[in-house]
């Protein structure tokens, strides 16, 4: 079951504009692995607000972050088969 799903709609309802573009983009079937400038890019919204919604979504369990020596750390979430 996917994790973005379970909640409830007075939740989803309440989120802002942004931080509902970027759950949306996460919860794709065939998964994400994004650095926060790429998807900030993609969405755009700025790189601060997009930083402190992916790592909301770190503490939740929906993604992960993985740091790197050589490039900016990467969100990943790929869906289990």
């Not at 926060?36 to 939740?60: F, M, N, P, T």
């Amino acid at each position: 079951m996917n994790l973005l799903w379970i909640r409830p709609v007075e939740v989803e309802q309440a989120f802002r504009p942004d931080e509902r573009r970027v759950r949306d983009y996460v919860d794709l079937p065939s998964g994400v692995s994004e650095s926060v400038d790429s998807l900030s890019d993609k969405l755009g919204i700025s790189r601060r607000r997009c930083r402190r919604i992916l790592e909301s979504l770190v503490e939740q369990g929906v993604v992960q972050r993985r740091d790197f020596t050589d490039i900016q750390p990467l969100y990943v979430r790929f869906p289990s088969r």
